[in-house]
């Protein structure tokens, strides 16, 4: 406390010659700082200074570089805790846009332009990368399979493989038909009547993959006269509907047609 | 506290890509790094989707190609763009170490960052050969005479062949690990890039003017961010005009005919970014001196840094003889595509001559020869 008493006293001791040193330099610095705080930016529209001046250096300018009354704050402080845009680089051999000229609408317009490229660079980037997983053309060529049944007797079935899974082919016998479309909707897990599920009743064309967990059923096996699934005891009648069983849905009939009366194709 | 100082991986990234202090003064000359990086992602893309069609197997590999080129989507452009990518990265690669020479990039502090380099150049050199080998095109040949030069080792050099080999001629085990080293280097690669910044951001980048330049920076973020994507642009231009209109220009059509280990073409060449190492192999009649050459070739390269490297900025003798030292790489190139003749036999002794003396005479000499532009003018 004391200590600070004698400080205060001393102060105007100390600093009274220091003032009288440096105050014109300071005068001036500040001087110059303060026009470009609050002149025009146009070096050219800039006062000179005048000749003979010593002091041109940044740093001197910045050092006391303070408007009168206008912060207690010490100069180095104020410029480090609120740095300004005035920053003094050598111009003399560039040329300014004249305040309001800089050209923002332009830039700004270039620039929006440029991002709408990018991203449709970016969409299509992704779209051709993403798209080149999906199947390749000879894949979508095997996608169609003709099926010749002349060979399919009657009450035998066949198997072919579609899209790497096996269908199966029947060619129903007219009691088979006849039994199919007799079993009543109710009875059915999965109603579906049997002229639905053939374009021609005596060929019935479905997919032999267990609708339950995937595994292949056994045909002329179970107890509805159809498929039998051996993994979790599935049984599916003539019609390939889901009868006994783990199975929620009837063995799923692939999209195909006839394009003679003795040929299918499928997919 | 900001997001970017507060959490650990932002604060890295806002350290080492956005706030990193960057010579104000850098030129286009210091674009080429990041385009590497941006080529190297480019093959890893490329790359990754080419394998999902690509069968690595003797007897379906050139087919694949072929499927990939009329049956896959987009297959095509996945196809050049790979081929032609890995020419644009070794363009870009080429150029970004003629800076390194050019400006002394090398010298004492960075020396970590020119080893590093030449490693990846060495890697990169070895993926994009494996890599050509790939379509069992003709290019096969091109692998069963850099394989052989193991030969080249005594005593042992044979069993080593046979071993690389993975049995007594470039066949399907070769093609295999092929296949899988291709696969795994540019992840090395990509490992060693980041080691190479690390290895920069140590001390910083030069600049073009060679002196001190850690009072004038500039963020990198805001300021070498958007230069930086004005040279991606261009590139990106270049890119898609060779892929899209030449994609065969840089290629050789060799490689689009199917392997056949009975019958040599007749003007088997290497792709055109080894045709500098390929001229100064066949520049040197013995074949193990020609290996060793070549060795030698990358052992001086690594030395570089520690037999003094300076740049050429304000030395004009040193820039000058870089001049001639990008002559004779060059020359060095088209001499490899040519056929051997006394000719080019005799030219392509000396540009070797040259490369040597420039790599280990010239430039640790030069700097004690030319110091400053002051001194040179008392």
Redesign the interface.
Known sequence: MALRRVVATLMPKISQPVAETVGPVANHAASCYSQMLAGPLDFVERPQQPAGSTFRSFASDAVTALKEEETKLTPTNRISMSPTPYIKYDEHHHKRFAPGTEGRPFAYFVQTGGRFLYASAARLAVLKIVLSLSAAADTMAVSSLEVDLSGVEEGSTITVKWRGKPVFIRHRTDAEIQESAEVALSELRDAQKDVDRAVNPKYLVVVGICTHLGCVPIAGAGNYHGWFCPCHGSHYDISGRIREGPAPYNLEVPEYRFVDEKKIVIG | MRLHNKVQLFSVINSHLISYPTPMNLNYSWNWGSLAGLMLASQL?TGI?LA??YVGHVDYAFASVQ?IM??????I??RYAHANGASLFFIVVYVHILRGFYYGSGTQPRELVWITGVIILLVMIITAFIGYVLPWGMSFWGATVITSLATAIPVVGKHIMYWLWGGFSVDNPTLNRFYSFHYTLPFVLAGLSVFHIAALHQYGSTNPLGVNAQSSTLAFGPYFGPKDLLGVLFLALFFSVLVFFYPDLLGHPDNLIPANPYSTPQHIVPEWYFLWVYAILRSIPNKAMGVLAIALVFASLFALPFIRMGGGKFFILTEKLFGAFLADVLLLSWLGGKEITPVTSFMGLCCTAFLFIYLLGILPLIGYFETTVQSSNK
């Open positions: 893309v989707l999902m069609h499927h009329t049956d896959v989507p987009s297959g452009i996945l």
